[in-house]
């Protein structure tokens, strides 16, 4: 299993930014996605998550502001980041969780980093 996440870049405050994270293997329908972050000197947070059948739980400080969707089709989830904030910026990873299959089953993507700065 691999998890490729894009999308990151640099923004300035209030703008907008997309990103995907595309997973191999044939678990992605069954699992729960979630987007976690990391800025410098912090711990990884939990940014989103969605449940194979589409429930979806937000941080408290980027709901309304982000939406995570996922295509199973094309093995794809997604987050829209929308108003983004100078404390937005973290390297964001992408986490696939089928622990409930198999306790081994939790796989992270390599990290995409997002900067917003004006």
């Known amino acids: 299993v691999q998890l490729q996440a894009s999308g990151g870049g640099l923004v300035q405050p209030g703008e907008s930014l997309k990103l995907s994270c595309a997973v191999s293997?044939?678990?992605?329908?069954?699992?729960?996605m979630g987007w976690y972050r990391q800025a410098p000197g912090k711990q990884r947070e939990l940014v989103a998550r969605?449940?194979?059948?589409?429930?979806?739980n937000y941080a408290d400080s980027v709901r309304g502001r982000f939406t995570i969707s996922r295509n199973n089709a094309e093995n794809t989830v997604y987050l829209q980041m929308n108003s983004l904030k100078p404390e937005d910026t973290a390297v964001y990873f992408c986490?696939?969780?089928?622990?409930?299959?198999?306790?081994?089953?939790?796989?992270w993507g390599q990290g995409t980093q997002v900067t917003v700065s004006s």
């Open positions: 969605i449940t194979s059948g589409g429930s979806t």
């Open positions: 293997g044939s678990i992605f329908s069954i699992s729960t």
């Open positions: 986490n696939m969780d089928a622990r409930f299959v198999n306790p081994l089953y939790n796989y």
